[in-house]
């Protein structure tokens, strides 16, 4: 059994920057697709960023530029780089690895919070 431990949100002012890991108990390039979800109170999950095995990123409309994907292969974990955050952007986010997008393993979810 797989299993994602998802880390490092936490309150942020507006304009500010986070760095979540995923820290993942398999190898990560044996999946197709690594990636990050959030869900805001009230609203359904929505893919953020994925990064495919061969490197190819996926990111919404609502964080390009702002928000980057990464991964260390030898540590198997995948990153996400956050800055410029907004209000809009709180939600919890969780970590995926599968072999598509949204499917095979989730983490549990960690909780970021933009406000003043």
């Known amino acids: 059994q797989v299993q994602l431990v998802e880390s490092g949100g936490g309150l942020v002012q507006p304009g500010g920057s986070l760095r979540l890991s995923c820290a993942v108990s398999g190898s990560i390039f044996s999946f197709g697709v690594m990636g990050w979800y959030r869900q805001a109170p009230g609203k359904q999950r929505e893919l953020v960023v994925t990064?495919?095995?061969?490197?190819?990123?996926n990111a919404a409309d609502s964080v390009k530029g702002r928000f980057t994907i990464s991964r260390d292969n030898a540590k198997n974990t995948v990153y996400l780089e956050m800055n410029n955050l907004k209000p809009e952007d709180t939600a919890v986010y969780y970590c995926?690895?599968?072999?598509?997008?949204?499917?095979?393993?989730w983490g549990k979810g960690t909780l970021v919070t933009v406000s003043s």
């Open positions: 990064i495919t095995r061969g490197g190819s990123t």
């Open positions: 995926n690895v599968g072999p598509t997008y949204g499917t095979g393993y």
